[in-house]
């Protein structure tokens, strides 16, 4: 009797911790999705700030070095201030250096565009997982970036895009494929990625 009221006990006992531990687990997720979404929030709104202050005061190809320049550097504040990998990356590629998805995104991507398909808003649009990869475990999260008016300056058709951009960016991304876009669009996100060991 003595036994089996001690394995009851030591069962409940470790019914209690794992029912613990997962909810640990769980509250840390959502606290990592949460912080995420909030530095993708601020990388978008910097990002924004910055190319309106640059197409007003020096005009529509300023935006290309906005892009170019000022989004990987305001990607990487964030980066070493979180201890992260934050990167925009696209649906269609412009700097294959910079903004190629890997085999995870793309599939959040496609999600992505089912969802919007099916009449989900963009911009309140994330999703996070916990990853387990080759070299290690990982949290990764993605937030939705949807085209506006303004990014058909140098996303939009043919004839959206004027000249002089069209010019640099024949020059810049011979390859280009990051165009024709319409408002609305589902241009990229912003991906981020995190040991699962670092919060």
């Known amino acids: 009797m003595f036994f089996k009221t001690r394995r009851s ?6 019914s209690l911790s794992l029912g613990s531990m997962g909810s ?12 995420a979404e909030a530095a993708s929030k601020t990388f978008l709104q910097k990002l924004g700030r910055t190319m309106k ?22 990607a990487a ?10 990167t925009r990356l696209g649906t269609r590629v412009r700097n294959p250096m910079l903004a190629m998805p890997d085999v995870w995104e793309q599939k959040v991507l496609a999600n992505f565009q089912e969802r919007a398909n099916k009449g989900e808003a963009l911009k309140n649009m994330t999703y996070s ?23 058909l300056t140098c996303h939009g058709s043919q004839a959206d895009i004027p000249k002089e951009v069209k010019a640099l960016l024949q020059e810049r991304y011979p390859h280009d494929q990051a165009i024709d876009y319409k408002p609305g669009n589902l241009r990229g996100a912003v991906s981020i990625k995190q040991p699962a060991n670092s919060l």
């Open 9 to 14: 006990i030591i069962a409940l006992s470790l």
């Open 53 to 74: 202050a640059e197409m007003q005061s020096n005009g529509p190809v300023a935006a290309i070095k906005v892009c170019e320049d000022m989004a990987p550097e305001i």
């Open 24 to 35: 640990a687990l769980a509250q840390s997720t959502e606290q990592r999705h949460q912080a």
């Open 77 to 86: 504040d964030i980066s070493r201030e979180k201890g992260w990998k934050v």
């Open 129 to 151: 997982e916990l990853t387990t990869e080759p070299n290690g475990k990982y949290f990764r999260f993605m937030k939705a970036i949807g085209v506006k008016p303004l990014c």
